[in-house]
């Protein structure tokens, strides 16, 4: 049990608000939570980057290892066979957590940023021609910029860029204008790693759709705070990582329609993703192994599914309910201080809040308050044009997870004012 | 608030954060380089007047940095006015031992020991290793405008 310093106007600290979720429980099944940081109690809050893991994921990588390991798909051995009915449930797993309807749908790959690679790579390489456009937004991660840039060198497509206004907005009737007869494919993302901002995804491909291009979304984020339907959403791809998601690092996942994946040439060759191979021709495998080449991070696709049963066993809308509440509060405590500027007000938001404060450099701000045991995120977030649009280099961000309270946001509040005392 | 923060942030750092000298570019400027840490974003143009003598006869810097980064380029551009390129050098090295902790075997003889004080106070970064590029970000960037290289990355 970690234990909090009291703050005057402090929640109660087991309390979220919402009647039945109990986030002194939850907390209990994280063991990081427990310890300290330069002798304080750890206030994490840098989850949006990646989040710590529960003890159900930690202790399935460990039964993994000791006691189900062997390479999957191959082998005609007990243990291979028992991996691979492991590997497989998770997919079955994953399948069930975004709604595709099919396990030939889910692409393991090492993270969301190698499955934005893999539709650039194989959809992309395949399918666009010069002079075809891509319709990202100001708020993509560079993940989602840099893999059509690379394209755009190679093949001649044109990247558009649908703004935001001041708050963070995405701006859905610029966007409707930016799609056009040469627009063949719109990446966006589901919600902004820097902001919060949650896209209208829905009516996003909705409108893409009413004109026949087909919509990747970046749910690195989204798959965290929105609950991912793919076929409510009606993405074409959908892609997202593990480790935020409080699974293992080293896996991530590509939605993809089938239709379109059986259409798409394999990404990367070797192993797994053929049925036969000789020197002069080569016989690729069904899919999702097409796009599964060499072993896969079985054992990290494994705890995945963990991951996923335990947030699943939790709620996901009442984890949902949760953060919001987080939201709602760090939004009014942080408000509150002066010469505090929050950066991204949209009116949709996942819990995240990125600021900036009169008096102090983000990057000192991190370190001072690192101090105090809150570990948040102090930089460009990957998402330098995003910067730019504000006019600014960088910003702290705090983003909350299903474990933390209300007492945690107190403890920030009173490190940035720490910050203004050093500062000020 | 924590001893090794106030040991960081000293006044004159905070000071010098805040109302950085030197921030233009001087007249006769001669050489100049881009100095980017990729990691947080930070870039520094240094620039640089030197004589034919092989003497810094101005110094100054354009950027924007965090606290540790501004005041280092602020302090750098007014302890290397005058000097040779040689004890710039030298200086450089000397600082470079200070925050990063690993500086006995510099040789310091001839250099001014205001200088080498004021130096020490931006040397408390060496107990906040993720923040020793912010103090040496200004530096290297100068180093390699006197070397000719016109953009480095630190990394």
Known sequence: MTVMRQHPIAAPLHSSGVNDYDVAAVRADFPILDRTVYGKPLVYLDNASSAQKPRAVIDTVRRVYENDYANVHRGLHYLSGAATDAYEAARETVRAFVNARSVKEIVFTRNATEAINLVAGSYGRAFLKEGDEVVISTMEHHANIVPWQLLRDEKGIVLKVVPIDDAGNFLFDAYERLLGPRTALVAVTHASNALGTVTPAKAIVRAAHDRGIPVLLDGSQGAVHCGVDVQDLGADFYVFTGHKLYGPTGVGVLYGREDLLDRMPPYQGGGEMIRTVTFEKTEFADLPAKFEAGTPPLVQAIGLGAAIDYITALGLDRIAAHEQELLGYATDRLSDLPGLTIVGRAEDKASIVSFTMDVAHPHDVGTVIDRAGVAVRAGHHCAQPLMQRFGVTATARASFGLYNTKAEIDILAEALLGVRELFG | ?155
């Open chain 2, 1 to 155: 608030m924590y001893d090794d923060l106030r040991e960081l942030y000293q006044e004159v750092i905070l000071e010098h954060g805040k109302h950085p000298r030197n921030r233009r570019q001087p007249a006769g400027c001669n050489r100049h380089a881009l100095g980017r840490n990729p990691v947080c974003g930070d870039a520094f143009v240094i620039y640089l007047t030197v004589d034919d003598d092989g003497v810094v006869r101005d110094c100054g810097f354009k950027g924007e940095g965090c606290a540790i980064s501004m005041a280092s380029a602020s302090m750098m551009s007014e302890i290397v006015k005058g000097k040779t390129l040689d004890e710039a050098r030298r200086l450089f090295e000397t600082f470079h031992g200070m925050a990063t902790g690993d500086g006995e075997a510099v040789d310091t003889d001839g250099l001014d020991e205001d200088d080498l004080d004021r130096l020490q106070a931006l040397s408390g970064v060496r107990r906040f290793p993720i923040r020793v590029k912010c103090a040496t970000l200004a530096w290297h960037t100068m180093q390699a405008a006197m070397d000719g290289v016109n953009e480095i990355s630190t990394e």
